[in-house]
């Protein structure tokens, strides 16, 4: 999308949070080569902190080609944020509705409308202890296999130094970096033609998070866990572990009222 289709609303949030964004982190931008010039497409993002999306639409402004994201439906009710929201074309997310599929439909034409959609597919900041990437939903890879438009896989580090996830207070000195890398589009071939079933749509999610985690370990300088944080498997374990150490303690109150 050229830079004169950015329209109004997409300037006036780019005049109102760049310069704070400007003051408070420095720049360390990579990969803006591999975002396409022209046609539809998806980037895969990772998430670490509340303004990251600030950040990243930062840096995807400065390359002409605009993200829409997918967002809770209820920022769209609030004043000024919701219409700066629809004005800016973001596509509203109803979870736990009849209308909750509306978005994956949205993305799709904004896609083939030549657009691109910005995707956060862990869907909620990371619970990893060391903020890599965890596993994801799979809206991502359907849109793509749908479309089979290009899938970009974008990295981003910095934003979560200043913020980090669930902080109420910045933490502004020294002043943080924020890194940004995108890299080569996803290869998803193997997947076209197939039908979308569950184990499918996990595989090729799966192809995506590692491709952003890749650019996530270049721009860190290290490597990931060879297992992605899941954080469905944490709670399971937590909740087995709550169980035993409950067994535990009911045993030794019958082995004490036993003496």
């Known amino acids: 999308m050229p830079r004169r289709r950015i329209g109004f609303w997409y300037r006036l949030a780019a005049v109102i949070c760049k310069p704070p964004l400007v003051i408070l982190l420095k720049r360390d931008w990579r990969g803006m080569e591999n975002i396409p010039a022209e046609g539809g497409f998806i980037t895969a993002v990772n998430h670490n902190s509340y303004i990251d999306p600030l950040g990243y639409a930062h ?94 896989p974008v990295a981003q580090w910095g934003c979560n130094e200043l913020l980090p996830p669930y902080a109420r ?28 079933t ?28 060879d297992t992605p944080y899941d954080p469905r498997r944490e709670r399971i374990e937590q909740r087995l572990r709550t169980q035993a150490q409950t067994r535990r303690t009911h045993g030794k109150q019958a082995e004490g009222q036993g003496t």
């Open 169 to 196: 207070k910045p933490r502004l000195l020294p002043r943080k970096t924020h890194r940004v890398q995108a890299g080569p589009p996803v290869d998803l071939s193997r997947f076209y033609g197939k039908e979308m």
């Open 59 to 152: 840096y995807q402004y400065n390359t002409g080609r605009v993200p829409r994201f997918l967002a809770k439906s209820g920022l769209f009710r609030q004043g000024f944020v919701g219409a700066a929201m629809r004005g800016t074309g973001q596509i509203p997310v109803y979870r736990e509705s009849t209308d909750a599929l509306s978005a994956f439909r949205a993305a799709i034409d904004a896609v083939e409308r030549g657009e691109c959609v910005a995707f956060y597919p862990e869907g909620t900041l990371t619970r990893d202890p060391d903020g890599w990437p965890m596993t994801a939903k799979t809206g991502a890879a359907r849109v793509a296999l749908q479309t089979r438009c290009p899938v970009i």
């Open 198 to 225: 569950a184990e499918v749509l996990k595989e090729a999610t799966e192809v995506i998070m590692a491709a952003v985690t890749r650019q996530l370990e270049e721009i860190r300088g290290e490597k990931a866990p």
